[in-house]
């Protein structure tokens, strides 16, 4: 896209802008607050008689992920905002080694400076790649991001421990996937075959155009963005949570879960449905803790993060279906390979 | 990508930039289909490989001080997987125990039978596990260590030091590894007897004139504590519970008492409870009683007493101390290690009383090796189905001495298993260990001289010899007699 | 400004005010303790409250729909209504969820779900070895069930008495003459709570205690009655006393 319509179409979107009267946007969302606070205030306090026991059961079990995992998910948005916010442009990137398999190494160790969830890095690995960064090497930091992540690393210790081994494979498993991942395109003769032709236009475009609009603006820009791409989730993730602890039998659970090689396969597949964050899946996945076991939720843990259909629907936007495709395929043999072994060996 | 354009004749340039371009993609293509390959190879063998593996140990739980203290301790395992049902026969203990299993879930439980060695590597190994999912067997495997035990002894010393005094008698703490007669806990210029508790010492003490004192002392530390007794007097039959801190003794009088004159009345005092006062245990309608022996149940705070005319009694002390008779019974003679069978002996026979249920087994033993040639002495009874070990006097050469020595017999088979090192030395007791496992024998040296103390008098130089009833070893003695075990 | 795009722009705000108002509220009532571990209580109100500070920023200052270039090719497809229907059906769940509902429990169809006394005892060796030793009147009915399960002998239990609170459940062997009091234990949050419990003999208990009632037990343990029963040593108290939901259901 030509600078000139970019400039237009700012000058375009400005004015709308400024016509809103200040303060209007400030009052709908306190009479917003103060009608979900009355709601709250005035529901009824007694138990609800109507509900079953497995429907309350479900009801408590879905709250808890979302209470349990609200903070964190801001926690991860706060520190994302500063990252993406405060931080001068090109900080870290200028810092990089020239050898290409040690980049990579330290892109995929990026995560644990840009903290930000996976939903949060497309738009960051779509911006490295605008500022030079090799295809190869921007898919290193963005299937190694959700994992090696502050946020990620402590609310997985929090919910299954160091003594488990799950956050030690976790952490090692997504290093090694990205970094295999980053090592197969930087062979590939023509890396711009893999993104869309459409890239172009999302990338020009960048996040870069309202940085004169103030950093307090732009961080409540932000929270607006990262919270409508991963509240939804989390709620049906949490909803889902319940629902399967609730509604689908003990015994079911069970076979599935203490089988080596079918408990790996399921909850892959659960993460891939689920598109929980990767900053609170631990939560989701420590109801399955005490019947799957260890390289399932390991596997879940590992592949969630890098592919789902959300992740899918956002990376859409900047690679091929063919490359989409391929990185599924290698990513879900990684998970399921390491899930099998820690199966059989732990 | 920072690939250098090649630099070739303007005339070929197309065509190679294409072919090199050909390569790069089918080099590319190769590339990603062997990495696809390598991995599903990997998911496929790794599949294959868990399909065909049993179920393994996750996790396992046993409570180690209650293995060698309790009886019928349990082993839980926790697999990977729910297993099927296992059978005793698929379980195996080494070394060779008793035991039995069973599944609930994903926990097999192991429950021994009886009460597990002292310093035992333990393995259990469970061979054909197999999971509800699946046919894959394999063996579960875990290894334990038992705990030591401590042992101690008293060492009276009649010995007197440069001053004049007589040196101090003394408490020592050993450990069944441990080398030397171990460290002093306790000591006193003289020690009549003691009790070693969980975490104190009680011990009775003479003064000059044999009156005696009741002490305590907290291995933690701390001041000792003094048992009020009502006035000048005896104690005796000093007895405790470990584990429930409680030790009971009786008192009697001594003869210049003023006020009420108390004959081997018992009384019972929690160490847990240092202002507390001894609370005298009485007998039917609340009257005062006499007791010829008394002794706690194991691992309980229920006491076991025989009245001066020889009806037992069991009390609990905790609630309102009801009287359970127990029968009439010539002698007590302590309990079958790791069990609550109360063994009670009569002329004609012996019995044992179970006091979990009340039930009564007169004991059918079969005649030793030694019933014939020898003077039998003290029987102690090792297990429920009827082995026991008893003291024998033997004739000598020399008409004026009796060698002793001391017979186990199982299931009508005897061996001797101690004899003292010389045939001048003599037994004075033997006791077993609480998890049958030990005897405790107590020798006087031919050249041991009597120490006179009025109660419990002893020689100098005794040693006390364990010997491991199933080896029929003796490796470990300490010096010193009344080893906490015959307590 | 379409609704369908006010509602893509605004749907991440307006649930975290839900969870937002819904955090503090449950702490504000001493209810957190319902779905989290203690441990989160101060760390979840604080970012609450930083959250609501942003949520109020972005009221105030973000306009109310997004730049045309920035939406993705996914808007104004044939069934972009149904990712509005979707956003709809979660904003209205999670209101329901979280502001309509009382907040609750697990109950005993949790239990069910779940094994009761399974393998969750954090207990290691060691500790149970000084829980032996310990101040019994303290022991809750985590500490009593993981003794019961490391299969601490019935003289171990023999003058023993239990203080214990807990919801009543029914014994799957005999669900006639055994319930257990059982508790949750949560190392995290209620998502994985494990069900522990002691077995309690008493014959027709049905009558007087719901199931999934608080009720308080002072008793001591003796061999299990009950013919049908799995549980080898129970508590057989004289009375039970129905008692209030505590304020932290949960044990730790």
């Given at each position: 896209?030509?600078?000139?319509?970019?400039?237009?179409?700012?000058?375009?979107?400005?004015?709308?802008?400024?016509?809103?009267?200040?303060?209007?946007?400030?009052?709908?969302?306190?009479?917003?607050?103060?009608?979900?606070?009355?709601?709250?205030?005035?529901?009824?306090?007694?138990?609800?008689?109507?509900?079953?026991?497995?429907?309350?059961?479900?009801?408590?079990?879905?709250?808890?992920?979302?209470?349990?995992?609200?903070?964190?998910?801001?926690?991860?948005?706060?520190?994302?905002?500063?990252?993406?916010?405060?931080?001068?442009?090109?900080?870290?990137?200028?810092?990089?080694?020239?050898?290409?398999?040690?980049?990579?190494?330290?892109?995929?160790?990026?995560?644990?400076?840009?903290?930000?969830?996976?939903?949060?890095?497309?738009?960051?690995?779509?911006?490295?790649?605008?500022?030079?960064?090799?295809?190869?090497?921007?898919?290193?930091?963005?299937?190694?991001?959700?994992?090696?992540?502050?946020?990620?690393?402590?609310?997985?210790?929090?919910?299954?421990?160091?003594?488990?081994?799950?956050?030690?494979?976790?952490?090692?498993?997504?290093?090694?996937?990205?970094?295999?991942?980053?090592?197969?395109?930087?062979?590939?003769?023509?890396?711009?075959?893999?993104?869309?032709?459409?890239?172009?236009?999302?990338?020009?475009?960048?996040?870069?155009?309202?940085?004169?609009?103030?950093?307090?603006?732009?961080?409540?820009?932000?929270?607006?963005?990262?919270?409508?791409?991963?509240?939804?989730?989390?709620?049906?993730?949490?909803?889902?949570?319940?629902?399967?602890?609730?509604?689908?039998?003990?015994?079911?659970?069970?076979?599935?879960?203490?089988?080596?090689?079918?408990?790996?396969?399921?909850?892959?597949?659960?993460?891939?449905?689920?598109?929980?964050?990767?900053?609170?899946?631990?939560?989701?996945?420590?109801?399955?803790?005490?019947?799957?076991?260890?390289?399932?939720?390991?596997?879940?843990?590992?592949?969630?993060?890098?592919?789902?259909?959300?992740?899918?629907?956002?990376?859409?936007?900047?690679?091929?279906?063919?490359?989409?495709?391929?990185?599924?395929?290698?990513?879900?043999?990684?998970?399921?390979?390491?899930?099998?072994?820690?199966?059989?060996?732990? | 990508?920072?690939?250098?354009?090649?630099?070739?004749?303007?005339?070929?340039?197309?065509?190679?930039?294409?072919?090199?371009?050909?390569?790069?993609?089918?080099?590319?293509?190769?590339?990603?289909?062997?990495?696809?390959?390598?991995?599903?190879?990997?998911?496929?063998?790794?599949?294959?490989?868990?399909?065909?593996?049993?179920?393994?140990?996750?996790?396992?739980?046993?409570?180690?001080?209650?293995?060698?203290?309790?009886?019928?301790?349990?082993?839980?395992?926790?697999?990977?997987?729910?297993?099927?049902?296992?059978?005793?026969?698929?379980?195996?203990?080494?070394?060779?125990?008793?035991?039995?299993?069973?599944?609930?879930?994903?926990?097999?439980?192991?429950?021994?039978?009886?009460?597990?060695?002292?310093?035992?590597?333990?393995?259990?190994?469970?061979?054909?596990?197999?999971?509800?999912?699946?046919?894959?067997?394999s063996t579960l495997e875990y290894e334990f260590t038992t705990p030591d035990s401590d042992i101690y002894a008293l060492q009276r010393d009649s010995r007197v030091d440069d001053a004049g005094a007589k040196r101090p008698d003394t408490v020592r703490r050993t450990t069944l590894q441990g080398r030397g007669d171990g460290d002093i806990v306790f000591s006193a210029p003289r020690i009549q007897q003691y009790v070693a508790l969980d975490d104190h010492l009680a011990a009775v003490t003479l003064a000059e004139d044999d009156t005696a004192t009741l002490e305590v002392v907290s291995f933690a530390g701390g001041e000792n504590v003094q048992v009020p007794v009502p006035s000048a007097g005896v104690i005796e039959n000093l007895a405790s519970s470990p584990s429930k801190h409680l030790i009971a003794y009786t008192f009697t009088s001594g003869s210049g008492a003023v006020g009420r004159q108390y004959d081997r009345t018992p009384f019972v005092y929690d160490l847990t409870e240092y202002s507390g006062l001894p609370a005298e245990v009485t007998g039917v309608d609340g009257l005062p009683m006499t007791v010829m022996d008394l002794g706690?149940?194991?691992?309980?705070?229920?006491?076991?007493?025989?009245?001066?005319?020889?009806?037992?009694?069991?009390?609990?002390?905790?609630?309102?101390?009801?009287?359970?008779?127990?029968?009439?019974?010539?002698?007590?003679?302590?309990?079958?290690?790791?069990?609550?069978?109360?063994?009670?002996?009569?002329?004609?026979?012996?019995?044992?009383?179970?006091?979990?249920?009340?039930?009564?087994?007169?004991?059918?033993?079969?005649?030793?090796?030694?019933?014939?040639?020898?003077?039998?002495?003290?029987?102690?009874?090792?297990?429920?189905?009827?082995?026991?070990?008893?003291?024998?006097?033997?004739?000598?050469?020399?008409?004026?001495?009796?060698?002793?020595?001391?017979?186990?017999?199982?299931?009508?088979?005897?061996?001797?298993?101690?004899?003292?090192?010389?045939?001048?030395?003599?037994?004075?007791?033997?006791?077993?260990?609480?998890?049958?496992?030990?005897?405790?024998?107590?020798?006087?040296?031919?050249?041991?001289?009597?120490?006179?103390?009025?109660?419990?008098?002893?020689?100098?130089?005794?040693?006390?010899?364990?010997?491991?009833?199933?080896?029929?070893?003796?490796?470990?003695?300490?010096?010193?007699?009344?080893?906490?075990?015959?307590? | 400004?379409?609704?369908?795009?006010?509602?893509?722009?605004?749907?991440?705000?307006?649930?975290?005010?839900?969870?937002?108002?819904?955090?503090?509220?449950?702490?504000?009532?001493?209810?957190?303790?319902?779905?989290?571990?203690?441990?989160?209580?101060?760390?979840?109100?604080?970012?609450?409250?930083?959250?609501?500070?942003?949520?109020?920023?972005?009221?105030?200052?973000?306009?109310?729909?997004?730049?045309?270039?920035?939406?993705?090719?996914?808007?104004?497809?044939?069934?972009?209504?149904?990712?509005?229907?979707?956003?709809?059906?979660?904003?209205?769940?999670?209101?329901?969820?979280?502001?309509?509902?009382?907040?609750?429990?697990?109950?005993?169809?949790?239990?069910?779900?779940?094994?009761?006394?399974?393998?969750?005892?954090?207990?290691?060796?060691?500790?149970?070895?000084?829980?032996?030793?310990?101040?019994?009147?303290?022991?809750?009915?985590?500490?009593?069930?993981?003794?019961?399960?490391?299969?601490?002998?019935?003289?171990?239990?023999?003058?023993?008495?239990?203080?214990?609170?807990?919801?009543?459940?029914?014994?799957?062997?005999?669900?006639?003459?055994?319930?257990?009091?059982?508790?949750?234990?949560?190392?995290?949050?209620?998502?994985?709570?494990?069900?522990?419990?002691?077995?309690?003999?008493?014959?027709?208990?049905?009558?007087?205690?719901?199931?999934?009632?608080?009720?308080?037990?002072?008793?001591?343990?003796?061999?299990?009655?009950?013919?049908?029963?799995?549980?080898?040593?129970?508590?057989?108290?004289?009375?039970?006393?129905?008692?209030?939901?505590?304020?932290?259901?949960?044990?730790?």
């Amino acid at each position: 896209m030509p600078q000139d319509m970019q400039m237009s179409q700012n000058a375009a979107a400005r004015p709308f802008t400024a016509r809103r009267r200040p303060g209007r946007g400030l009052i709908v969302g306190l009479v917003i607050i103060g009608l979900v606070i009355l709601l709250r205030a005035f529901a009824p306090e007694t138990p609800a008689g109507t509900l079953t026991d497995t429907a309350r059961d479900f009801v408590t079990l879905s709250i808890s992920v979302v209470i349990e995992s609200l903070p964190f998910v801001f926690l991860g948005i706060l520190l994302s905002i500063v990252v993406q916010t405060w931080l001068p442009e090109g900080f870290l990137l200028r810092r990089l080694p020239k050898n290409p398999a040690a980049r990579r190494v330290v892109l995929s160790l990026l995560g644990m400076l840009l903290p930000v969830c996976e939903c949060g890095n497309v738009p960051l690995a779509r911006g490295l790649i605008a500022k030079g960064l090799t295809v190869g090497e921007s898919m290193t930091f963005l299937f190694a991001a959700p994992i090696l992540n502050p946020v990620t690393i402590i609310t997985t210790q929090q919910a299954f421990g160091w003594d488990s081994g799950i956050l030690v494979w976790r952490i090692a498993g997504g290093f090694l996937i990205a970094n295999l991942i980053g090592y197969i395109y930087s062979r590939h003769p023509k890396p711009e075959a893999l993104l869309t032709p459409r890239f172009q236009d999302a990338c020009a475009l960048g996040d870069r155009h309202d940085a004169a609009d103030g950093k307090i603006k732009r961080s409540a820009d932000l929270f607006t963005k990262e919270t409508s791409a991963m509240l939804p989730a989390l709620f049906i993730g949490a909803g889902l949570a319940g629902l399967i602890q609730t509604a689908v039998s003990r015994e079911v659970l069970v076979t599935l879960g203490s089988n080596p090689v079918w408990s790996v396969l399921a909850l892959m597949a659960l993460a891939f449905v689920v598109s929980i964050c990767s900053n609170v899946d631990a939560f989701f996945i420590l109801s399955f803790g005490a019947t799957f076991m260890p390289g399932a939720i390991v596997a879940f843990l590992v592949f969630g993060p890098m592919i789902d259909i959300k992740m899918l629907a956002l990376l859409r936007t900047t690679f091929t279906a063919k490359t989409l495709v391929q990185l599924t395929l290698i990513v879900a043999l990684c998970s399921a390979v390491l899930g099998l072994a820690i199966n059989y060996v732990v | 990508m920072n690939r250098e354009p090649i630099a070739h004749p303007a005339a070929t340039a197309p065509a190679s930039a294409a072919r090199s371009d050909r390569t790069a993609r089918r080099r590319f293509r190769r590339l990603f289909s062997v990495t696809i390959a390598v991995l599903g190879l990997l998911v496929a063998g790794l599949a294959a490989a868990n399909f065909n593996q049993g179920p393994r140990l996750a996790s396992a739980e046993i409570n180690l001080d209650a293995s060698v203290a309790r009886g019928d301790p349990r082993l839980l395992l926790t697999a990977n997987q729910p297993l099927a049902e296992v059978t005793a026969g698929q379980v195996t203990v080494s070394p060779a125990t008793e035991a039995s299993a069973s599944v609930t879930d994903r926990v097999l439980t192991v429950q021994f039978a009886g009460i597990l060695r002292y310093n035992t590597l333990y393995t259990v190994t469970v061979t054909d596990v197999s999971s509800t999912t699946q046919n894959a067997t394999s063996t579960l495997e875990y290894e334990f260590t038992t705990p030591d035990s401590d042992i101690y002894a008293l060492q009276r010393d009649s010995r007197v030091d440069d001053a004049g005094a007589k040196r101090p008698d003394t408490v020592r703490r050993t450990t069944l590894q441990g080398r030397g007669d171990g460290d002093i806990v306790f000591s006193a210029p003289r020690i009549q007897q003691y009790v070693a508790l969980d975490d104190h010492l009680a011990a009775v003490t003479l003064a000059e004139d044999d009156t005696a004192t009741l002490e305590v002392v907290s291995f933690a530390g701390g001041e000792n504590v003094q048992v009020p007794v009502p006035s000048a007097g005896v104690i005796e039959n000093l007895a405790s519970s470990p584990s429930k801190h409680l030790i009971a003794y009786t008192f009697t009088s001594g003869s210049g008492a003023v006020g009420r004159q108390y004959d081997r009345t018992p009384f019972v005092y929690d160490l847990t409870e240092y202002s507390g006062l001894p609370a005298e245990v009485t007998g039917v309608d609340g009257l005062p009683m006499t007791v010829m022996d008394l002794g706690f149940v194991p691992d309980s705070t229920s006491l076991v007493v025989q009245s001066a005319g020889q009806t037992m009694f069991l009390i609990d002390m905790l609630g309102d101390a009801v009287l359970t008779p127990l029968g009439e019974h010539d002698e007590m003679r302590g309990f079958v290690p790791g069990t609550r069978a109360l063994v009670v002996a009569d002329p004609d026979q012996g019995s044992t009383i179970d006091l979990a249920d009340g039930a009564v087994t007169t004991l059918d033993l079969g005649p030793g090796l030694l019933n014939d040639s020898a003077y039998p002495g003290k029987l102690v009874l090792l297990n429920e189905q009827g082995s026991y070990a008893q003291l024998f006097l033997q004739e000598t050469a020399d008409i004026n001495q009796l060698a002793s020595l001391i017979a186990v017999t199982v299931a009508g088979d005897s061996s001797v298993v101690f004899t003292p090192a010389s045939d001048s030395s003599r037994v004075r007791d033997f006791c077993v260990s609480p998890n049958g496992q030990y005897l405790a024998v107590e020798t006087i040296p031919a050249a041991g001289l009597s120490d006179g103390y009025p109660t419990l008098p002893a020689f100098s130089g005794m040693t006390t010899t364990l010997v491991d009833l199933d080896s029929g070893t003796s490796s470990r003695s300490v010096s010193g007699f009344l080893p906490d075990w015959c307590g | 400004m379409s609704f369908r795009r006010l509602l893509r722009r605004w749907q991440g705000a307006l649930l975290s005010i839900v969870g937002i108002v819904a955090t503090v509220w449950l702490g504000a009532s001493g209810q957190l303790g319902l779905y989290i571990h203690p441990r989160y209580f101060v760390f979840t109100v604080v970012m609450a409250v930083f959250a609501a500070a942003l949520v109020v920023a972005a009221f105030a200052l973000v306009p109310a729909t997004e730049d045309a270039h920035e939406l993705l090719d996914d808007d104004g497809g044939r069934w972009a209504w149904l990712w509005s229907a979707g956003s709809i059906l979660i904003i209205g769940s999670a209101i329901v969820a979280l502001l309509v509902l009382p907040p609750a429990t697990l109950t005993t169809a949790t239990v069910a779900k779940r094994d009761l006394n399974g393998s969750t005892s954090d207990l290691t060796q060691s500790e149970a070895s000084s829980l032996v030793g310990g101040d019994y009147s303290t022991f809750t009915v985590r500490d009593w069930s993981s003794l019961l399960r490391q299969g601490a002998g019935e003289d171990f239990f023999a003058d023993k008495t239990a203080t214990v609170i807990g919801f009543v459940t029914p014994d799957t062997s005999d669900p006639e003459n055994v319930f257990f009091v059982a508790r949750f234990v949560v190392s995290c949050c209620a998502v994985d709570a494990q069900p522990v419990g002691i077995p309690v003999y008493y014959p027709g208990w049905q009558d007087e205690y719901p199931t999934d009632s608080w009720v308080a037990i002072e008793s001591g343990f003796d061999t299990n009655p009950s013919i049908s029963s799995e549980e080898a040593i129970v508590l057989v108290p004289g009375e039970i006393t129905p008692t209030d939901q505590p304020a932290q259901p949960y044990v730790y």
